[in-house]
């Protein structure tokens, strides 16, 4: 068996390095000035080098090599063997020079893996070993020089180089059964992972994850919660419930008609049937048709209708008509009475919790605080968040078969692109995607990122991603303000995204967070159906750590709602408050003393302040507070939200507390993996503080853009958002190691 040595002539030598950059096995290196051979069993006997030198110093010479089981025998024989994985020459040369430089009174077996970690820039390293700064400058010379001619960074190129030794290792190992052909998984991946469709596809998923979550599949379940389990009552197995929303449609129908021409009120205390009917009769109408308002159940919105008065021309339009005339509504109320549908006259009728406790109540003789405290505190402000749970199982099982399939890796691996150029790691995606479900595990999972300015910067931003504790609170904005619009969910979920990518280039632009990012290493797997467990497993975990979280901290917050909610100093001294008296209460006292600061965001009402406070406790707190504050009245929840909101100053409310400081239980958690009270508080103070500025931004601009701009407050916002832009543009100054106090 034949091999190959090779000699250096130093005399002919000249210092060029071509032979070294020639040689991509890192045989050869340059040592002070010279062509050296670093180990001759690198060689792979090829000869690129013999061309690339100018001055024919490079030789070949052709050995007898012992067989390889022979070999083997004396190199065990040898004593302790070091493995050693073969980089590309640049590497090597630089690795080279780091071992003569600085490690020579390190153990031999110990100089190459110093020699690693120094080329990676290792800060805890480079703090053990104080290299001089002269020494150091001059290493950093080769390393720069590998980085260039392998245009990556120091660490990813060590990080690259492993993975394509393991690909050859197992390349060598096994043989594939369809060698040179694409599987199933990478011809997907050709399209989901490709540059330009990566993240089209990504919003075009999240954006049927979320429609389905709280609009297709998800709202009517929620619906059934609010309006059924929680509500009225429900029909068993839906039997009957078309025949009964067909009667209350013709009842609010002939209702409408009547109001065109006659003032009906049933509710009058002095209210007579017969009266009624003979007044009605007796109208007669000045004109064929009139117009009414009328308020559009899901939007709230109010639109002119024409009421006919004898009757509805053919080639009157439906959208702006109303389907019965004033004659035949008459002749209705004459036929069925004034009496309102009743439900329960259709099918199996199944009454709500409130209806169930209340009689409950009602039939114990319970005292009118009791009952106020567990049907207007427990029952309403609990029920409020778990209405929502149908929507979050729906979210949580479609987001769960992501993951399961593999297709979450590949997105973690298409934002690792657009990361790496805000500052952050693709590993920080991990973390995020996890805060999907809860922000304490996502804050968590930030131990996986070695780089310390990484992880602090990414524990500062999961939160922002809307955890499953937010998704009631969404729906709820969404369902109230903007007609159950899948849009206001989806834009949710980006709007956190957003909120990563600027705090991201912002953050790394101070002295803080500087340096670049660690690489991102991850195994993509082959796309595959999840099992049904496993799903259902992962869906039921998250679900049933929100119920929990409902049972214990949101019952308890509800309560200490509720009671500082009704409990108030009127004019005749402290006692229990009617709805009417809310004003007075003792959370109206506390909302309305800081209400101020939150005015520029076009909320400044105590309801809203105090939900958004006690968001921090839990925030799904945020729609059982909600649930207390805007239940009492004669409107339902959504209509006095929508009393309270517009959809600016709505918007401006979603935005603010989903950016804000998180609950305390995540609070918790940061505080945890900070490790320091310093830094937990600098990192709630940038939430809140981001989550105040896109806040205001939202609410002032969008004023301006309706024409109700305040000069002030556009001034202020254009003054942040030229602050946001400078931050974006300025000029990153690269940092190699974190000099900032920690603790």
């Keep these: 068996m034949k091999r190959q040595i090779i000699h250096i002539d130093q005399e002919k030598c000249n210092g060029c390095g071509a032979c070294a950059r020639a040689c991509h096995e890192g045989a050869i290196g340059m040592v002070n000035g010279k062509a050296k051979l670093l180990r001759d069993d690198y060689c792979d006997g090829l000869g690129d080098c013999l061309p690339a030198c100018p001055t024919g110093a490079i030789t070949f010479e052709q050995r007898e090599a012992a067989p390889y089981n022979e070999a083997a025998v004396q190199a065990a024989k040898g004593g302790k063997t070091i493995p050693t994985h073969k980089f590309s020459g640049p590497v090597e040369h630089a690795i080279a020079h780091i071992e003569e430089a600085v490690l020579h009174d390190k153990p031999a077996a110990q100089q190459r893996w110093y020699a690693i970690k120094i080329f990676e820039r290792d800060d805890k390293v480079l703090e053990q070993l104080q290299i001089p700064a002269d020494v150091m400058q001059h290493i950093e010379t080769d390393i720069k020089a590998a980085e260039t001619e392998l245009d990556d960074d120091a660490e990813s190129i060590i990080t690259n180089e492993r993975y394509v030794y393991i690909a050859q290792v197992i ?74 929303s067909e009667a209350a449609d013709e009842y609010t129908t002939a209702s409408e008609a009547i109001s065109g021409y006659y003032e009906l009120d049933t509710e009058a205390e002095d209210f007579d049937a017969d009266t009624a009917l003979a007044e009605m009769k007796a109208v007669t109408a000045d004109s064929e048709s009139t117009t009414i308002e009328v308020e559009d159940e899901e939007t709230l919105a109010i639109n002119d209708m024409t009421v006919y008065y004898d009757s509805i021309p053919d080639d009157a339009d439906e959208e702006t008509t109303i389907g019965m005339s004033y004659v035949d509504a008459v002749s209705y109320f004459e036929e069925n009475g004034f009496d309102e549908p009743d439900p329960a ?90 805060g999907t479900g809860c922000g304490i595990p996502g804050v968590m999972a930030s131990r996986t990122i070695e780089n310390e300015r990484d992880r602090r910067m990414t524990i500062m931003t999961t939160t922002f991603i809307p955890c499953g504790a937010k998704v009631p609170f969404i729906g709820m904005i969404a369902g109230a303000l903007f007609g159950g619009s899948a849009w206001v969910s989806t834009s949710a979920y980006f709007i956190g995204m957003a909120a990563i990518v600027i705090s991201g280039i912002m953050l790394k632009k101070t002295r803080m967070f500087s340096g670049d990012p660690a690489p991102f290493v991850m195994e993509l797997p082959a796309y595959h159906w999840p099992t049904l467990g496993n799903v259902l497993r992962s869906m039921w975990e998250r679900g049933w750590s929100f119920i929990k979280k409902a049972g214990t901290i949101i019952l308890l917050s509800t309560i200490f709602v509720w009671f500082t909610t009704y409990f108030g100093w009127a004019e005749d001294g402290f006692r229990m408050l009617s709805d009417e008296e809310i004003n007075y209460s003792i959370l109206a006292k506390i909302g309305g003393a800081i209400a101020w600061i939150f005015a520029p965001l076009g909320w400044g009402n105590w309801q809203a302040v105090v939900a958004s406070i006690t968001g921090l406790v839990a925030k799904e707190n945020i729609v059982g507070t909600l649930g207390i504050l ?9 209509q006095n939200l929508a009393t309270a909101f517009n959809g600016i100053t709505g918007y401006s409310f979603l935005v603010f507390n989903l950016l804000c400081a998180p609950c305390f239980a995540a609070i918790g958690a940061i505080k945890r993996e900070m490790n320091s009270q310093k830094w937990t508080w600098f990192a709630i103070g940038y939430q809140c503080g981001f989550a105040y500025a896109i806040a205001l931004m939202v609410n002032q601009f969008g004023a301006l853009f309706t024409g109700n701009g305040n000069v002030l407050g556009v001034i202020v916002g254009v003054v942040l958002l030229a602050f946001i832009v400078y931050m974006l543009v300025k000029p990153y100054k690269e940092a190699t190691k974190l000099t900032a106090k920690i603790k």
């Design 171 to 244: 390349k060598s190992c096994y043989k594939k059964k369809s060698a040179g052909k694409l599987s199933a998984s990478d011809k997907i991946d050709k399209i989901v992972t490709n540059r330009w469709l990566g993240l089209p596809i990504f919003a075009a998923v999240m954006f049927i994850v979320y429609w389905v979550a709280m609009v297709g599949v998800g709202a009517p379940a929620t619906d059934w919660a609010n309006d059924g389990l929680f509500g009225d009552g429900w029909h068993l197995f839906g039997i009957g419930s078309s025949a009964y």
């Design 630 to 638: 805007y239940g009492g009245g004669d409107g339902t929840v959504y």
């Design 345 to 434: 006259d259709y099918g199996v009728w199944v009454p709500g919790v409130p209806v169930l406790v209340g009689n409950a109540l009602e039939a114990a003789g319970a005292a009118d605080w009791l009952s106020g405290l567990i049907l207007d505190g427990i029952v309403a402000g609990v029920g409020a968040v778990l209405g929502f749970v149908p929507q979050m199982l729906v979210l949580f099982l479609m987001l769960a078969f992501l993951e399961a399939c593999g297709y979450m890796a590949r997105i973690a691996f298409v934002l690792d692109r657009i990361f790496r150029k805000f500052g952050l790691s693709g590993k920080s995606f991990i973390p995020m995607l996890i």
